[in-house]
């Protein structure tokens, strides 16, 4: 069974750094790419930052210069280096992964989700 699990949150001064991790596990074939969401209260879920196996990224306008994304794909995991950190950064941080892993019907679509990490800025 495919699981991502996150790593990293916390509570943090505004100007403050973080890092979060993700590591996916469980008859992965293949991940395309990987990605951190956030979800506010009240708020929609939202993409923070996404990464192709190859390196290709993209960010929300909101986190550009101050978030970096990357990947060790042998390891299949995900980083989220977060600097600058402001009050509006404070989410649920969640991880995703895309790609292939094994079913007992042979290869099959993966699309997974982590638990969630919690980062909290203070203003």
């Known amino acids: 069974q495919v699981q991502l699990v996150e790593s990293g949150g916390g509570l943090v001064q505004a100007g403050g750094s973080l890092r979060l991790s993700c590591t996916a596990s469980?008859?992965?074939?293949?991940?395309?790419?990987m990605g951190w969401y956030r979800q506010a209260p009240g708020k929609q879920r939202e993409l923070v930052a996404r990464?192709?196996?190859?390196?290709?990224?993209n960010y929300a306008d909101s986190v550009k210069g101050r978030f970096t994304i990357s990947r060790d794909n042998p390891k299949n995991t995900v980083y989220l280096q977060m600097n600058s950190l402001k009050a509006e950064d404070t989410a649920v941080y969640y991880c995703?992964?895309?790609?292939?892993?094994?079913?007992?019907?042979?290869?099959?679509?993966?699309?997974?989700w982590g638990q969630g990490t919690l980062v909290t800025v203070s203003s």
């Open positions: 990464i192709t196996k190859g390196g290709n990224t």
């Open positions: 995703n992964a895309d790609g292939a892993i094994v079913t007992m019907k042979g290869i099959g679509p993966l699309d997974a």
């Open positions: 469980g008859g992965i074939v293949s991940i395309n790419t």
